[in-house]
Antibody
Framework: QVQLQESGPGLVKPSQTLSLTCTVS??????????WSWIRQPPGKGLEWIGY???????YYNPSLKSRVTISVDTSKNQFSLKLSSVTAADTAVYYC??????????????WGQGTLVTVSS | QSALTQPRSVSGSPGQSVTISCTGT?????????VSWYQQHPGKAPKLMIY???KRPSGVPDRFSGSKSGNTASLTISGLQAEDEADYYC???????????FGGGTKLTVL
């Protein structure tokens, strides 16, 4: 069974770049059968989709975050990563990685990581 | 403010049924049959419970069902059990520009 695990710093200073990695086990990112996504949840608030990437490197981002988001993939390590630049306190959230089967539009997020809390504070 | 509106909390006694609503617009819930529901226990990863409005993934009990009318989707849990106590989130496809929107989540308490 596939498992996803987020990792990265739990504390980031304002104006800096948040960097997280999702390691996938139990399946290959390169299979081409899935897209790989990031989702976040600010404390006490709902979920917000951030963006997705395909193993080929093709990406699409939430328009509201597009100017600050970069998602990349490392198929050799079976990982994909998130970078969010110029962070503020509003970016404090639990960040989740998740898998979406192809075809992406009609498919749900079928597996999620447990999430990692990132706090933006000086 | 989340794009989709869910009640903050619902409750029910064991054996009863509860329904959680998820209200959007014609640009998301009302425009597509791609609504999904996720269950999240504290400290755990969200789990897919319903997709395509009313389909259940393998392994999800048939006590969980989904439906949609207009711009509102619903998740119904019948025969409530203690382990159903969790947070529930809805999600809808919202077109090729926005792609996905979520609800704010509903806390289900089993009395």
């Amino acid at each position: 069974q596939v498992q996803l695990q987020e990792s990265g710093p739990g504390l980031v200073k304002p104006s800096q770049t948040l960097s997280l990695t999702c390691t996938v086990s139990g399946g290959s990112i390169s299979s081409g059968d899935y897209y790989w996504s990031w989702i976040r949840q600010p404390p006490g608030k709902g979920l917000e989709w951030i963006g997705y990437i395909y193993y080929s490197g093709s990406t699409y981002y939430n328009p509201s975050l597009k100017s600050r988001v970069t998602i990349s993939v490392d198929t050799s390590k079976n990982q994909f990563s998130l970078k969010l630049s110029s962070v503020t306190a509003a970016d404090t959230a639990v960040y989740y990685c998740a898998r979406v089967p192809v075809p992406i539009v009609v498919s749900p997020f079928d597996y999620w990581g447990q999430g990692t809390l990132v706090t933006v504070s000086s | 403010q989340s794009a989709l509106t869910q009640p903050r909390s619902v409750s029910g006694s064991p054996g009863q049924s509860v329904t959680i609503s998820c209200t959007g617009t014609s640009s998301d819930v009302g425009g597509y049959n791609y609504v999904s529901w996720y269950q999240q226990h504290p400290g755990k990863a969200p789990k897919l419970m319903i997709y395509d409005v009313s389909k259940r993934p393998s392994g999800v009990p048939d006590r969980f069902s989904g439906s949609k009318s207009g711009n509102t989707a619903s998740l119904t849990i019948s025969g409530l059990q203690a382990e159903d106590e969790a947070d529930y989130y809805c999600c809808s496809y919202a077109g090729s520009y926005t792609v996905w929107v979520f609800g704010g989540g509903t806390k289900l308490t089993v009395l």
